[in-house]
């Protein structure tokens, strides 16, 4: 029997560098949103454990044991004591190293569904175990609900009423190493977020947005100019009400009341830049 998933994009529409604790990791206050554009995972029996990759983003994925999803159900076995395989299917729709959390998505889904398939208990998203796959794979094994994300990507509080709207994605097709965007802040002790809006209207939201930061754009702007640019066409677009990175980029977002304009506003853009990765999706 084939068990099938999406694995979302991942949309940091804030993300506040509030600290740095003595191992390294850094203090996030981040309000996490998933969209309805993701990548697609089968999972089916198998005596050992492999994945193949497919889809336009499959170029350069491993499909070894340093996959983040082999990583992720070799985690699931070892805890569980599993002696099952697995024949993982991928297809790759979202840009790797996009900001967006591809990999980690990948990795959450992956979990949900093998969990099911070797009939074991799901993996909690507070296990230490998990959070040593990557400080995105918590939160993402929390979509589609909206997070406010804290701590080291291990404190997950559910954000409810948030107002209905759409988004654009557009990366320029650069890479930007995220251990770079960190080594170029400014300043690692920042204020966090302001205290989210309780069932605002989409302007509403929107106002208190723009309060708002992403502490990782200053370095990722440095080490990518392309950033500049797509945040620029995005905000010329007169239905964009916000325009920002996600994460540590180089993914921008453009965000819109409603589909409809989604739609329009990405046309515009991929017909002015054909070599961009440009996706209008629903915010789940």
């Not at 699931?76 to 967006?100: C, D, F, M, S, Y």
């Not at 296990?127 to 796959?133: G, P």
């Given at each position: 029997m084939i068990h099938k998933g999406r694995a979302p994009a991942k949309i940091n529409?804030?993300?506040?560098?509030?600290?740095?604790r003595d191992d390294g990791y850094h203090l996030l206050d981040s309000l996490v949103v998933f969209a309805d554009v993701a990548d697609q995972i089968d999972v089916t029996l198998a005596t050992?454990?492999?994945?193949?990759?497919?889809g336009p983003f499959s170029e350069g994925v491993p499909t070894d044991h340093t996959n983040l999803v082999i990583r992720a159900a070799e985690t699931l076995r070892r805890v569980h004591g599993?002696?099952?395989?697995?024949?993982?299917?991928l297809e790759k729709h979202l840009p790797n190293a996009a900001g967006i959390g591809g990999g980690s998505s990948d990795a959450a889904t992956a979990l949900s569904l093998l969990a099911d398939l070797w009939n074991v208990p799901p993996l909690s998203p507070h296990m230490?175990?998990?959070?040593?796959?990557g400080a995105d794979v918590p939160v993402c094994m929390a979509a589609p609900t909206p997070q406010r994300m804290t701590g080291i990507g291990d404190v997950l509080t559910p954000v409810l009423n948030l107002p209905d709207c759409a988004v654009v994605l557009v990366n320029p097709r650069v890479k930007v190493p995220t251990q770079g965007i960190f080594r170029g802040l400014s300043s690692r002790s920042n204020p966090p977020m302001d205290s989210l809006?309780?069932?605002a209207d989409f302007d509403g939201?929107?106002?208190?947005?723009?309060?708002?930061?992403?502490?990782?754009?200053?370095?990722?702007?440095?080490l990518a100019p392309e950033i500049?640019?797509?945040?620029?066409?995005?905000?010329a677009m007169p239905n964009v009400k916000f325009a920002g990175m996600s994460g540590s980029g180089a993914t921008c977002f453009g965000l819109v009341p409603n589909m409809a304009d989604a739609r329009h506003v990405a046309r515009a853009i991929q017909v002015s830049e054909m070599a961009w990765w440009v996706a209008p999706a629903q915010v789940l």
């Amino acid at each position: 029997m084939i068990h099938k998933g999406r694995a979302p994009a991942k949309i940091n529409l804030t993300l506040h560098v509030t600290g740095q604790r003595d191992d390294g990791y850094h203090l996030l206050d981040s309000l996490v949103v998933f969209a309805d554009v993701a990548d697609q995972i089968d999972v089916t029996l198998a005596t050992d454990l492999r994945i193949s990759v497919n889809g336009p983003f499959s170029e350069g994925v491993p499909t070894d044991h340093t996959n983040l999803v082999i990583r992720a159900a070799e985690t699931l076995r070892r805890v569980h004591g599993v002696t099952q395989g697995a024949a993982i299917t991928l297809e790759k729709h979202l840009p790797n190293a996009a900001g967006i959390g591809g990999g980690s998505s990948d990795a959450a889904t992956a979990l949900s569904l093998l969990a099911d398939l070797w009939n074991v208990p799901p993996l909690s998203p507070h296990m230490a175990e998990v959070l040593a796959l990557g400080a995105d794979v918590p939160v993402c094994m929390a979509a589609p609900t909206p997070q406010r994300m804290t701590g080291i990507g291990d404190v997950l509080t559910p954000v409810l009423n948030l107002p209905d709207c759409a988004v654009v994605l557009v990366n320029p097709r650069v890479k930007v190493p995220t251990q770079g965007i960190f080594r170029g802040l400014s300043s690692r002790s920042n204020p966090p977020m302001d205290s989210l809006p309780d069932g605002a209207d989409f302007d509403g939201f929107v106002h208190w947005l723009r309060q708002q930061r992403n502490d990782l754009l200053p370095p990722a702007r440095a080490l990518a100019p392309e950033i500049d640019t797509a945040l620029a066409k995005l905000s010329a677009m007169p239905n964009v009400k916000f325009a920002g990175m996600s994460g540590s980029g180089a993914t921008c977002f453009g965000l819109v009341p409603n589909m409809a304009d989604a739609r329009h506003v990405a046309r515009a853009i991929q017909v002015s830049e054909m070599a961009w990765w440009v996706a209008p999706a629903q915010v789940l």
